[in-house]
């Protein structure tokens, strides 16, 4: 069985899917890269009201951001 899938990793694969660069999904979210970054690779992870904003940018539900089964794209 396969691991289920990190917000970070959801993150990415919702990023990649838009093919935005980091700089160009920050400006949409009005994060730093530093945030994201750190969302990206599991070091921190967003609260509640960035997960709604998350959800709203990339047009997602905030479940498919935080359920660990759920593959982003």
Same mark, same amino acid.
């Given at each position: 069985?396969?691991?289920?899938?990190?917000?970070?990793?959801?993150?990415?694969?919702?990023?990649?899917?838009?093919?935005?660069?980091?700089?160009?999904?920050?400006?949409?979210?009005?994060?730093?890269?530093?945030?994201?970054?750190?969302?990206?690779?599991? %070091?921190?992870?967003?609260?509640?009201?960035? %997960? %709604?904003?998350?959800?709203?940018?990339?047009? %997602?539900?905030?479940?498919?951001?935080?359920?660990?089964?759920?593959?982003?794209?």
């Amino acid at each position: 069985m396969s691991k289920p899938q990190t917000i970070g990793a959801r993150l990415r694969a919702l990023r990649a899917a838009r093919d935005w660069t980091r700089r160009e999904a920050c400006a949409e979210m009005g994060v730093t890269e530093r945030t994201l970054s750190r969302w990206e690779s599991d %070091v921190t992870q967003p609260g509640a009201e960035h %997960v %709604v904003m998350l959800a709203r940018v990339f047009g %997602v539900s905030a479940d498919r951001i935080l359920e660990p089964g759920r593959q982003a794209a």
